[in-house]
């Protein structure tokens, strides 16, 4: 069985930008996509997480060389509310 997510998004985490992609679909299966481009400042970082709360994604899956994660890993930690 394949477990697909209705509302889902991947990021490419490079230096000074990050590529989001957001698919979402239907029940009827069809899929709409979006790919948009932000920078890596906080206040970039805090558009795409508004940018992915506009759409009510359910999971996000990253991809990223290991230094430049943490910054999105916390903002992905503050936004769901795990930050202690």
Do not use: N
Not at 28 to 35: D, K, L, P
Not at 54 to 79: D, H, N, W
């Amino acid at each position: 069985m394949d477990v697909r997510y209705q509302r889902c998004a991947g990021l490419d985490v490079h230096k000074r930008t990050v590529v989001a992609c957001v698919r979402l679909s239907t029940a009827a299966g069809a899929v709409q996509q979006e790919v948009r481009t932000f920078g890596t400042m906080t206040a970039d970082l805090l558009a795409l997480s508004d940018w992915l709360a506009g759409f009510g994604i359910e999971q996000v899956a990253m991809e990223s060389t290991g230094v430049y994660t943490p910054p999105t890993m916390l903002l992905k930690r503050c936004a769901s509310g795990s930050m202690p």
